[in-house]
C-alpha cells in the first residue's frame, strides 16, 4: 500500500452556500466512503481539509507512480470538484494516522482500519520513505565499508536496464551488522539503487525488531504488515545478548513467521533479514525456515588490510574535517593482520579528542580523561584468580559482585535499607576448565572482604545427593 498526501485549489469554494457546515461535512465524508466501496477498498480516498479554496486529500493504493497519479485524478474528480492538484507527496502510515484523527470530517471507524492497519500505526519502529539521491553512491559506501557483496549487487543493479514497470523481487538480502544505524545506511542505499531501477514500486521501508512485537501477536502483526507493505521493504533486525551471544526466544518467533510471510510475499515485498556480525545461529535458523525457497544474498563486512584501514582511517579525518591525518594513521599498527571498521572507528574517537586539546583547544592540554576507580577484591584467593590463565569474564563478573555487595553492605551500615540481593552462583563449563577452582576461591574472596562470615565450601556430587534405596532421597 502506498499512500499520498494531496493538496488542491479549487476554482470556487467547495463549500456550498445553501447548507451549513456539518452537512457540508456529512456530504463529502459519504462520497468519499462511496468512492472506496465503488474500487472495493482497492483504492482508498478521503479529504481531510478544506481552507477557502484549497484542500488535503489522502490517496492510498499499490502500484507504480503513474498509476497512483491516475488514481488521485479519478478520486479527485469524484469529489465533484474543479480545479488542480497541487502537489502529490508519499507518506508514510504514522502520517496518515495524524491526519485522519485531525480531520474536520466524521468518517467511520471502519475506513480509519483500512487506511491504518493497527499492526502498522501503533508499532514502535521506524518507517520511512526513501528517495532516490541526485547521485546515488551504493558502489563507493560498499568500498569504504570493506563489503564486498554489495559492491556487485551494486554493479548487478546498474548492468541491467531498467525494467519499463516493477516485476518482482529476483533476490532477498541478509545483512550482518553490528551497528544498527550504519546497517540502515546501507539499507536505505540499496533501497534506493533498487528503486531507480524499477526493482521496487515504492521506497517505504520499516524495520522491525524486538521492541516493534513485544505488546502484539508477532504472527498477526507480521501477517498485517505484509499485507500492507506490496511494492516496499520488510527489515527484520535482530538482536542478540551481549553476554550469551545467542538471541531470546521472542526473535526466534519473529524469525519463524518473518521467513513464513516473507515465502508468500516473495514476489510483491522485498524482505531484508538485518543479524549480528558472525552469527551462525541467526543464519542457520533463517536458511532452516526458509527451506531454499527464496535466493538469499548475504552481505557482510570483511576485515580490511592495513591500506585499506589506512584508506578508511582518511576517509574519517575528511570526514570530521582534519587535514593532517598521518598522526591518525600512525595508531593504526601495520604488524596487525587486519581492522573491521568498528575498530578504526573506535581508534579515531579516541584520538580526535587529543587532536582537538592539541590543535584547536590547547588551553585544555593539560586536562585527563576521567579514570574510572573501582574497588577491586583483595587477598590471596583474589590475586590467585587474577594470575589463571583466561577466564575475563568470570573475573570480571566476580569483581562486579564484590563491588556491588560491598555497595550493599556500607549502605546498611548507615542505616539505608536495601533488599538483601541473592548471593547464588552457577558456574557451567565442559570438564576441566576450573568451575570447582573458580567456586572455592569465590567463597575465599567473598570471606577475605567481609561479605561472608565463613569461607567454608561444602561440596556435593550426585552421590551425596540421592539416595541408594527409594524413598532415601528426599529427606
Request: net charge negative.
Amino acid at each position: 500500500m502506498r499512500y499520498f498526501k494531496v493538496t488542491a485549489r479549487f476554482e470556487n469554494s467547495p463549500i456550498k452556500e445553501e447548507m451549513d457546515e456539518h452537512e457540508q461535512q456529512e456530504r463529502i465524508a459519504d462520497t468519499c466512503v462511496s468512492f472506496i466501496q465503488a474500487h472495493d477498498s482497492m483504492v482508498l480516498g478521503c479529504m481531510t481539509d478544506i481552507r477557502d479554496c484549497e484542500g488535503t486529500m489522502i490517496v492510498a493504493g499499490n502500484g507504480s507512480d503513474q498509476e497512483l497519479h491516475e488514481m488521485i485524478t479519478e478520486f479527485f474528480s469524484y469529489l465533484g470538484f474543479a480545479g488542480d492538484i497541487l502537489s502529490e507527496k508519499e507518506i508514510c502510515v504514522s502520517r496518515v494516522n495524524r491526519m485522519i484523527r485531525k480531520s474536520d470530517f466524521n468518517y467511520p471507524d471502519s475506513i480509519d482500519e483500512l487506511f491504518c492497519p493497527a499492526s502498522i500505526s501503533y508499532l514502535c519502529a521506524d518507517e520511512h520513505i526513501v528517495v532516490y539521491p541526485d547521485k546515488a553512491n551504493l558502489s563507493e559506501y560498499a568500498a569504504i565499508h570493506h563489503i564486498p557483496e554489495l559492491a556487485c549487487e551494486a554493479e548487478r543493479i546498474s548492468k541491467n536496464d531498467a525494467a519499463p514497470r516493477f516485476l518482482g523481487h529476483p533476490v532477498h538480502y541478509i545483512f550482518e551488522e553490528n551497528d544498527t544505524e550504519k546497517a540502515k545506511t546501507a539499507i536505505d542505499l540499496l533501497i534506493a539503487e533498487l528503486l531507480h531501477a524499477n526493482r521496487l514500486q515504492t521506497g517505504r521501508v520499516i524495520y522491525l525488531d524486538g521492541k516493534a512485537f513485544r505488546h502484539c501477536n508477532t504472527k498477526g502483526a507480521l501477517a498485517g504488515i505484509y499485507d500492507n507493505f506490496r511494492g516496499g521493504t520488510i527489515v527484520i533486525s535482530v538482536e542478540v545478548d551481549a553476554d550469551t551471544g545467542e538471541y531470546a526466544d521472542e526473535y526466534d518467533e519473529i524469525l519463524q513467521y518473518g521467513c513464513k510471510f516473507a515465502k508468500q510475499h516473495r514476489h510483491d515485498v522485498l524482505t531484508v533479514f538485518l543479524i549480528p556480525q558472525h552469527n551462525a545461529e541467526a543464519r542457520h535458523e533463517i536458511a532452516g525456515y526458509l527451506n531454499n525457497a527464496l535466493t538469499m544474498i548475504t552481505f557482510k563486512e570483511t576485515a580490511g588490510s592495513f591500506e585499506e584501514s589506512a584508506a578508511y582511517m582518511e576517509y574519517l579525518c575528511k570526514q570530521h574535517n582534519v587535514d593532517d591525518s598521518s598522526a591518525f594513521i600512525k595508531k593504526i599498527d601495520p604488524n596487525e593482520a587486519s581492522y573491521y571498521t568498528a575498530d578504526l572507528e573506535k581508534i579515531f574517537d579516541d584520538a580526535y579528542s587529543d587532536y582537538l586539546k592539541q590543535t584547536h583547544f590547547q588551553s585544555y592540554a593539560a586536562c585527563e580523561n576521567t579514570a574510572q576507580h573501582e574497588a577491586k577484591p583483595t587477598g590471596d584467593a583474589a590475586e590467585k584468580l587474577h594470575n589463571m590463565i583466561g577466564l575475563d569474564k568470570v573475573k570480571q563478573v566476580i569483581e562486579q559482585s564484590v563491588s556491588y555487595y560491598a555497595m550493599q553492605k556500607s549502605f546498611r551500615e548507615r542505616g539505608i535499607n536495601m533488599n538483601q540481593p541473592a548471593r547464588s552462583m552457577i558456574f557451567t563449563g565442559n570438564p576441566g576448565t576450573a568451575k570447582t577452582t573458580v567456586a572455592r576461591l569465590t567463597a575465599k574472596i567473598f570471606k577475605d572482604n567481609g561479605l561472608i562470615e565463613s569461607g567454608k565450601i561444602v561440596e556435593a556430587g550426585r552421590a551425596d545427593l540421592v539416595g541408594k534405596f527409594f524413598g532415601w532421597t528426599a529427606p
